[in-house]
């Protein structure tokens, strides 16, 4: 294991690159600007377990083998599990997109809460089982979660930041204290949270609002791909987007075949105030976006995610512009990606990757990187594609 050190670009620190001197490739590390071919070993899995936290992903593949169950069984606790394992970013009130095959069987939609007391999540849920005719409950869910699964929730490097940020709050209320605290430390990358009682949380939900927004379609960006997005919002001119980079998000996804899997992608801006009583469990604040993008391929077997950046949507369609339809995941992930900003007008690219041209008559400056990206892809087996360029060149 090799250690992170992430470097993320807010919206302030775009906006101060208009106020600094233009440089030249000559100004960075030669060596480095020779790595054009940028992309971690690829990881094929018979069935991929996919999130952020890998750990988790070890933990609930070796559940899947003990305890065996259908991809939608499999959906509804993996989905659950996210609430105890991403607090930030996956909430009763998400942003929440899910795309389902099942037998073959697709199944899109994006729930969106009309308040803060929206339970979004919880019916984007509710409208799967509902479309596959699945007999069994949420609350038969969170039993098998409550009774078979370890009571332990590994803490991820994005979990040990939200913790940070928020330990202040988290401190003075007692019950949150317990899950976060280790006396007067907070609990670490590595180290376990205890899991919440998930039959609390659902019976909980009985009475909260269930009034969501709802979008069914994915949006055609090139001839290849459809994504969450409208890609004429971001294919002529630049576009400037006032996002906020508190928004966090979170994929996650179990993949067994080419006919059964499932992607899920969640935003959320909590508040370390609401949460479900005496579970670290929590509630948004409203958003009007994601702070992620995602475009599939293929009937569904190829996915590019892009996230943590405002602008996730323009760079995954830059990504897909400058790239070929007979490109492979592998040329993809090695392209160099760029946005567009106004006010000025520049355009911020990476420094690492195959070259782009830009133009000429448009001020250009260089970053480390733009954020995150990864594809999940079919190949008699799933596949994983992973570059380095938030570690800067490394691995984890």
């Not at 070890?58 to 069984?73: E, I, N, P, T, V």
């Not at 009985?206 to 960006?221: E, G, H, I, P, S």
């Amino acid at each position: 294991m090799i250690n992170k050190k992430v470097y993320s670009i807010t919206l302030l620190s775009l906006l101060l690159l208009s106020s600094c001197a233009k440089f030249s490739f000559d100004d960075v590390n030669e060596a480095k600007l020779k790595k054009t071919d940028i992309m971690c070993p690829v990881k094929r899995e018979k069935i991929l377990v996919h999130s952020e936290n890998s750990k988790l992903n070890k933990r609930y593949a070796k559940f899947m083998q003990d305890h065996k169950g259908s991809l939608l069984d499999n959906f509804f606790k993996w989905s659950l599990i996210q609430l105890a394992s991403r607090p930030d970013a996956t909430t009763l009130n998400s942003r929440t997109l899910n795309f389902v095959k099942y037998k073959g069987k697709e199944f899109f939609l994006v729930t969106a809460p009309k308040s803060s007391e929206s339970v979004s999540f919880i019916v984007g849920l509710e409208e799967v089982r509902k479309y596959y005719k699945v007999r069994r409950s949420l609350n038969f869910y969170a039993r098998e979660i409550d009774s078979k699964f370890p009571s332990l929730i590994p803490v991820s490097a994005p979990i040990q930041n939200f913790i940070e940020r928020n330990k202040v709050a988290f401190y003075k209320d007692k019950q949150i204290r317990r899950y976060v605290f280790k006396g007067n430390q907070i609990v670490r990358q590595g180290e376990s949270i205890q899991s919440p009682s998930f039959q609390k949380v659902i019976r909980s939900l009985r009475t909260m609002n269930k009034d969501v927004f709802k979008v069914t379609q994915l949006f055609n960006a090139t001839d290849k791909y459809t994504c969450n997005f409208d890609n004429r919002l971001f294919s002529s001119n630049p576009i400037f987007q006032r996002k906020t980079n508190q928004i966090k998000s979170n994929f996650f996804g179990v993949f067994v075949n080419e006919d059964n899997f499932f992607i899920s992608l969640t935003s959320s801006m909590p508040s370390s105030q609401k949460y479900i009583s005496g579970e670290f469990i929590l509630k948004s604040h409203p958003i009007s976006s994601f702070n992620a993008a995602i475009c599939s391929a293929n009937k569904g077997t190829e996915f590019i995610l892009a996230k943590n950046l405002i602008h996730s949507e323009q760079l995954i369609n830059n990504v897909l512009k400058s790239s070929s339809s007979s490109d492979g995941p592998k040329e993809i992930i090695n392209l160099k990606r760029h946005v567009n900003l106004l006010y000025p007008e520049r355009t911020i690219q990476e420094i690492y990757g195959r070259k782009k041209i830009i133009d000429k008559d448009r001020s250009v400056y260089n970053v480390p990187t733009l954020g995150k990206v990864d594809i999940i892809s079919y190949n008699k087996g799933f596949e994983i594609f992973k570059e380095p360029r938030t570690g800067i060149l490394k691995c984890h």
